[in-house]
T-cell receptor, first 112, second 112 residues
């Protein structure tokens, strides 16, 4: 069974640009979560999508947004990139909000 | 609000020995789940073990076991017969509803 996949592996952008990150959950999982892992700041919860709806978001500005498609894959968009957005972005999927989350390999975003 | 604290930023252990990683948490929820995740240098976050708060019995997965003390809000991970492949960052995580809250992590080095 395929695990959670993320693309691209690496993404390099300049300040002010927009970044789009993609995630495909494990087959059968309806919940997708996004986390930011910045150096020195640990893992921070960004967004939770379930059944196509945004269910919860962490303490991040509105320029972090996303969506979930009918096939449960998800996209994270980061607008007006800032240098401090440089981080590893991890996607996870689960069967529901109380189940364990399985993580993808991450997308390394570098903002120059 | 929920918090997770890992008080040991770094630890080391000799191969084949036993090591215990500490974790304390705080939540006002009665129904919650606790997890230990491992993140090796490859960056892929891997689920190590899971504990439901309503279960008194400590979870065990092969060489990995937990000591869950609900009243003390403590959730430590014991790794027996440590192997070189156990070298990684270990994160304690709490799910009290729709998102994971992570501790700051413990970097474990297994020495030959």
């Amino acid at each position: 069974e395929a695990g959670v996949t993320q693309s691209p592996t690496h993404l390099i952008k300049t300040r002010g640009q927009q970044a789009t990150l993609r995630c495909s959950p494990i087959s059968g999982h309806t919940s997708v979560y996004w986390y930011q892992q910045a150096l020195g700041l640990g893992l921070q919860f960004l967004l939770w999508y379930d059944e196509g709806e945004e269910r919860n978001r962490g303490n991040f500005p509105p320029r972090f947004s996303g969506r979930q498609f009918p096939n449960y894959s998800s996209e994270l968009n980061v607008n007006a990139l800032e240098l401090e957005d440089s981080a590893l972005y991890l996607c996870a999927s689960s069967l529901g909000d109380r189940f364990e989350q399985f993580f993808g390999p991450g997308t390394r975003l570098t903002v120059l | 609000a929920q918090t997770v604290t890992q008080s040991q930023p770094e630890m080391s252990v000799q191969e084949a020995e036993t090591v215990t990683l500490s974790c304390t948490y705080d939540t006002s929820e009665n129904n919650y789940y606790l997890f230990w995740y491992k993140q090796p240098p490859s960056r892929q976050m891997i689920l190590v073990i899971r504990q439901e708060a309503y279960k008194q019995q400590n979870a065990t997965e092969n060489r990995f076991s937990v000591n869950f003390q609900k009243a003390a809000k403590s959730f430590s991970l014991k790794i027996s017969d440590s192997q070189l492949g156990d070298t990684a960052m270990y994160f304690c995580a709490l799910n009290a509803g729709n998102m994971l809250t992570f501790g700051g992590g413990t970097r474990l080095m297994v020495k030959p």
